[in-house]
């Protein structure tokens, strides 16, 4: 399909960060960005509606007006199915394969051949050992972690039977699946297999591709992903709350700065101890520099942030701007989410871009392959090249927008904060759901989309939840969104609603907790099967008052988080047009057919106010489903700190401003 006619400039989305906006002005005329490239393409209508089949040689056949069916026969159903079904098993394997290069990070550090890592959560490791059935008593740490690595690996290449961490699910949920036959035998087979279904002329029902959909999809949430979750937190240690700054602002005019940008945090975890080398620092300082500042963006910025609290640059579509401040010496990438045009960027300044895995190299960058066993030597290497461009530095802008931010919520912490070390239980949470207090709970997770203003629905629907008494948990882009407006910092829950304010004031916790990366949504699931197994919220996931949300999606990750969601019981709105709309039947399959089947669903949203109302009557059906009280906004709130309240007053109420300058 050729590209329409450009859209209107003026009416084409750009950013509701004012950062992002004011380096845009700064670098307008002078490097292009995914915004004018977003402005200058229209998207295909055909591709977007899932309506196009390039499956075979015979075609592209567009299956639009009148065109029912491809040269070959295939339905507009089967089509749409199809090709959904792939963008899920691309999203599955980018996380999955991410997971398994955990497994081998773990297995290098079991056999002590990765020189700067260590086990940093010998419990994590125990309780995950006690997961997969390994024993611990009387073996080394070494030898434990070697055989939870090696177990790990297995499930990537199992043949038949069963993820083993299926069965950290409900007991129903398991049955769910086991019913439906969707329960993946390997992670690595269930992609494989879905690949062959979707060949020319294979699986030729929509309804059984799907399903072959879900298996991959839930072999990412409850394989991939949960291993990747795991095994970083038995290596770089399971988060607890820290705070931290977010925005381009936190670029410093006076020292070396290095963004960390991807997704794995095997690297990213040395290149952070390594800034903080003496050597290196001293020799920063050398070349004028007071010392050595890293910043993240997209899901690395996430792992390292909820470590060790290095702040976030920015999400997915700042990544061209924080180059084009002229103030990074080094952007430092792995995989996933990477902009090619960051080479071409990064040419306009002195930037060096620095591609560092073998499964992501980018025409005109710099490549300096890093591997564990060489890791902290890999991490100088880059980090010098970093500091000897620093002279190179011309005119910068840097935006003094900051926020502050608080993050570390792993499901372990969620836990431990409703009770301490001894008492840590859900009990609190699911009380204060039952009470109504807190109205029900939602995941906001995902991307940014160029073909939406960057950040505007996300936080729209994060502030429109939390006044009605929602709880947030967020992950990804969208944590990083939220973050940027002050939603991560507890004194907003003075935009919160009178009932969550109440529990967010008694735990001292902001009304939106950050859970960390795309890969953490795997944490979501736990704390929703935690809540389920508390009692008094029914016996699973699909039983809860919770929605998960994506409200920006643009990765095929996205895809498969929202798949896998649906297949654990959660409903799950898309804020972007659907990319099954070819096929009504697909589209009813994915809402009533999976609602009827797993209690989940995939609906797609565009109209963020629809959206909202969908996600607070679809947890108002579920309260009355339990038979729980009527959520009543007026209930509570006549218990809270006054003095905390007075001073909230004065913040600005609901505005798409950042609110906190860096200068403050
Ligand atoms: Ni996840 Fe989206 Fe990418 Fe992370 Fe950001 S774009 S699906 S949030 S960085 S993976």
New binding site residues.
């Given amino acids: 399909m050729p590209q329409e006619k450009a859209a209107d400039k003026e009416t084409a989305p750009r950013s509701t960060d004012i950062a992002v906006c004011e380096v845009l002005e700064f670098c307008e005329g002078v490097v292009e960005t995914a915004f004018d490239r977003a402005t200058a393409i229209r998207p295909c209508p055909i591709g977007a509606e899932g309506a196009c089949c390039k499956h075979c040689a015979m075609g592209p056949c567009r299956l639009v007006g009148k065109v029912e069916r491809g040269v070959c026969g295939a339905t507009r159903a089967t089509v749409a199915a199809r090709n959904f079904a792939r963008q899920v098993a691309a ?1 599955a394997s ?2 999955s394969d991410h997971g398994r290069g955990m497994a081998f990070a773990l297995l290098a550090v079991a056999k002590g051949e990765a020189h700067g890592f260590r086990i940093r959560d010998e419990a994590k490791l125990h309780a995950v050992a006690g997961y997969m059935g390994i024993k611990t008593e009387g073996r080394s740490v070494n030898e434990i972690a070697r055989e939870v690595a090696e177990t790990a690996l297995a499930e990537f290449g199992k043949q038949a039977g069963e993820l083993i961490y299926l069965s950290r699910a409900t007991k129903p949920r398991q049955e769910i699946w086991r019913k439906e036959r969707i329960a993946p035998r390997g992670v690595d087979r269930e992609v494989v297999e879905l690949m062959h279904r979707t060949h020319m002329g294979t699986d030729q029902d929509a309804e059984n591709i799907l399903d072959q959909c879900l298996r991959v999809a839930l072999g990412d949430g409850w394989g991939g992903s949960m291993m990747a979750t795991d095994i970083s937190d038995i290596l770089f240690g399971t988060p607890t709350p820290l705070q931290s700054q977010v925005n381009l602002g936190v670029l410093k005019e006076d020292e070396v700065n290095v963004v960390v940008h ?2 794995e945090p095997t690297l990213s975890e040395m290149i952070v101890a390594a800034s903080t080398d003496p050597e290196l620092v001293e020799y920063a300082k050398s070349k004028g520099a007071q010392g050595i500042n890293l910043a993240g ?6 792992e390292v942030l909820m470590r060790h609290g290095i702040p976030p640059a920015g ?2 579509l700042s990544q061209e701007l924080a180059i084009a401040t002229g103030a990074v010496e080094a952007m430092i990438v792995d995989v ?2 990477i902009m090619q045009s960051l080479v071409e960027v990064a040419s306009r300044f002195h930037t060096k871009l620095i591609t560092t895995s073998p499964k992501a190299k980018i025409e005109g960058a710099t490549h300096i392959e890093y591997d564990e066993v060489h890791a902290y030597n890999s991490a100088k290497e880059i980090l010098k090249a970093a500091i000897d461009n620093f002279p190179n530095r011309g005119n910068t802008l840097i935006p003094k927008v900051g926020e502050g931010l608080i993050a570390g919520f792993s499901h372990e912490y969620v836990r431990y904060m409703q009770g301490g070390l001894y008492r840590g239980s859900f009990r609190p949470l699911n009380d204060a759901i039952i009470q109504g207090r807190i109205r029900g709970l939602a995941g906001v ?5 160029a073909r939406v203003d960057q950040d505007a629905p996300t936080v729209k629907i994060v502030r429109e939840l939390i006044k009605n008494d929602v709880l947030v948990a967020v ?6 969104g939220a973050a940027k407006y002050g939603y991560l910092r507890p004194e907003f829950m003075a935009q919160a609603g009178a009932g969550l304010r109440e529990v967010c004031e008694a735990i001292g916790i902001p009304p939106v907790i950050h859970v960390g ?3 953490d ?1 795997s944490r979501i699931l736990t704390i929703l099967t935690q809540c389920a197994t508390e009692g008094g919220l029914g016996e699973d996931i699909s039983d809860i008052p919770a929605v998960g949300i ?1 409200p ?7 895809l ?2 929202g798949s896998y969601f649906a297949a654990s019981g959660a409903y799950t709105l898309f804020g972007l047009p659907s990319p099954v709309a070819n096929s009504p039947e697909v589209v009813d399959m994915m809402v009533s057919g999976w609602l009827k089947r797993f209690g989940g669903a995939i609906e797609f949203e565009p109209d963020v106010d629809a959206l909202i109302q969908k996600a607070l009557s679809l947890i108002d059906e579920k309260r009355r489903a339990l038979g729980l009280v009527e959520y009543d906004p007026d209930r509570f709130g006549q218990s809270g700190d006054r003095v905390l309240e007075e001073v909230l007053a004065r913040l600005p109420e609901g505005e798409l401003l950042n609110v906190y300058s860096t200068e403050r």
């Fill in positions: 999203g980018a996380h991807g997704h963006i997209c899901c690395t910025a996430n999400n997915f996933q989410c997770v995902g991307c940014n989309n992950t990804g882009c969208a944590a990083t990366s795309c890969v949504n994506c920006e999606y643009m990765s095929e990750k996205a498969s988080i």
